[in-house]
């Protein structure tokens, strides 16, 4: 069984507060810090630059798992790179050659990760998962936080899950929007092992009990079978 990993989102935290958020973030036993890059283009929406990467980390120990929904990924993910991502995640439906994104991505020295809208089919990202170290499945559409799990998705992570097995891949599968400790069971039962969460644990004053939670329904599913 793969460790179940909690990344909390940044993009619900306090941005007044960034580097106490951080803290607490890592308090509550998080596993990594996910950060949403928005360019207002790619989709409705603005959030952060290289520069919130690079202050986060000065916070943290934990990896900065970098999801950039930007229109042209590849012209940022050096300056991302050297702010501190751990992990960079790119969109198949981004203007960029996915391949060799991916490739640079890996000779900057990062994890590297494929991404997919929830309107798009799990074979927009096969092509790649050889090279991938990473599967994201977006259970709501991108831009804004808050929005409820769209459970139809989750078919996808079941369907990484079997790509994985069957051609011996290496990857972890990642769920991102709506994802709480109601349905972190489900998110587990269909294949994710790193669960993203936001609104439902920096909202909440016990974040440490909600991690905590969260992590013991995921790992209860999974091991029920």
Known sequence: MRPILIA???????????????????????????????????????????????AAKRHTHLPLDVHLMLSHPDRYIEAFARAGAALISVH??????????????????????????????????????????????????????????????????ARARSHRSARGLDFDIEVDGGVGVENAADCARAGANVLVAGTSLFAEGDMAERVRRMRAMAEAAVSSG
């Not at 596993?31 to 790619?42: A, R, S």
């Not at 991404?115 to 798009?120: A, E, S």
């Open 8 to 54: 909390p989102s940044l993009l619900a935290a306090d941005p007044a507060s960034l580097g106490e958020e951080v803290r607490r973030a890592g308090g509550a036993g998080a596993d990594w810090l996910h950060v949403d890059i928005m360019d207002g283009h790619f989709v409705p929406n603005l959030s952060f630059g290289p520069a919130i990467v690079a």
């Open 92 to 157: 198949v439906e981004a203007d960029h050659d996915v391949a060799d994104t991916l490739r640079r991505i890996k000779r900057l020295g990062c994890r590297r990760g494929v991404v997919l809208n929830p309107d798009t089919p799990f074979e927009a990202a096969e092509p790649f998962l050889e090279d991938a170290e990473l599967v994201l499945a977006m259970t709501v559409y991108p831009g804004f936080g808050g929005q409820p799990l769209i459970s139809g998705v989750l078919e996808k992570c």
